[in-house]
């Protein structure tokens, strides 16, 4: 299990893949975003994005799920205080599969609480064709491995 | 419908109110944030949480559920490019009741597209004790109303 101590910067870590179905887009949006381009197909194709694409919240979702599948599961993870610029850069679309990066930029121990740490993140998400489709930067809490 | 034009900074709308079931709760987060504070009621009463608590990210979708319901729905909404700076300042738990708060905080005409506007918001999230759980700054697309 990692601690605070194993992330190291530089470090990069490849995550994924998830593919995002039609069904998953308007089920997720309907009930978080409902906004005609990413529930209905007709009104979508009349739209600025010619077609469904996903919530940006999805997006961060999907990217969420394999972050946590491929780093914090095996992680002494303790939850995140928050998310720094996330960029939405283009549209995910029915059928998409997405791949993420992580990339470690900075490590930090707490100056309050000697069991922890703050590990900063900057993360890109791609889709099949190579495209980066959302960039975020965020921080998470790890117990120390001494802690 | 709300264009561009109708956004004055300064102006603040409350939003919602949403509750959240510890089935939402664990339905979310099995799918895209499977944390064990998030999905095990057990193992969350161990953690730091001393109980079961919401996935961050499905906080900011209950959040744009309201944003969209309260706003969007009836406004020329063409998407956003980013948000910056979320904050989950408390836990939200289950049988926990949201409401919101957006304030305008800024508004651009377009340089590059004289049929759209940028409408910036600073929002945040009380739960049913007046507790802040959440707050972000987002940044919206608008059609003008001349456009």
């Known amino acids: 299990m990692r601690h605070f101590e194993d992330f190291k910067v530089g470090e990069v870590t490849e995550i994924g893949p998830v593919s995002v179905s039609e069904e998953e887009i308007v089920e997720f949006a309907s009930r978080y975003d409902p906004q005609p381009f990413h529930i209905d197909p007709e009104a979508a194709q009349a739209s600025p994005f010619g077609g469904l694409i996903a919530s940006g919240w999805h997006t961060t979702a999907l990217f969420m799920g394999m972050f946590v599948r491929a780093i914090l599961l095996d992680s002494a993870s303790l939850g995140s205080p928050g998310v720094e610029e996330i960029r939405w850069t ?58």
């Open 90 to 147: 283009a549209p995910v679309r029915p059928g998409d599969k997405l791949t993420g990066r992580v990339t470690v930029t900075d490590v930090q121990p707490s100056e309050r609480n000697a069991n922890r740490g703050t590990v900063f993140t900057t993360s890109e998400v791609f889709n099949q064709d190579g495209t980066l489709v959302m960039s975020l930067n965020a921080r998470g809490f790890f117990a120390r491995r001494e802690g």
